[in-house]
């Protein structure tokens, strides 16, 4: 059975920092690529980040330069690291997979950036 299981959200004031973290079972990070979505209040689901087997990663433009998505295969585990926070970040986060035609998404951390 494949859960994600997400982490380190909580309130930061504007310009500060969050590291969120997504620990995987039943289903190995590096097989396919890795996504970091988020979603505020009355929106859609935006893609924030990925990382593909290869260790490349892509941003929104709404985060370059300020957020970093990572991964550790040791321990099975992706990062996003969030610096500079601004108001507008203000969502629930989630990480996700797809693999073998199934979508996978853990449950969501929620992330508060307070003006």
């Known amino acids: 059975q494949v859960q994600l299981v997400e982490s380190g959200g909580g309130l930061v004031q504007a310009g500060g920092s969050l590291r969120l973290s997504c620990a995987a079972s039943?289903?190995?990070?590096?097989?396919?690529?890795t996504y970091w979505y988020r979603q505020a209040p009355g929106e859609q689901r935006e893609l924030v980040a990925a990382?593909?087997?290869?260790?490349?990663?892509d941003y929104a433009d709404s985060v370059k330069g300020r957020f970093t998505m990572s991964r550790d295969n040791a321990k099975n585990t992706v990062y996003l690291q969030m610096n500079s926070l601004k108001p507008e970040d203000t969502a629930v986060y989630y990480c996700a997979k797809t693999y073998r035609g199934v979508n996978y998404w853990g449950q969501g951390t929620q992330v508060t950036v307070s003006s």
């Open positions: 039943g289903i190995i990070f590096s097989i396919s690529t």
């Open positions: 990382i593909t087997t290869g260790g490349s990663t």
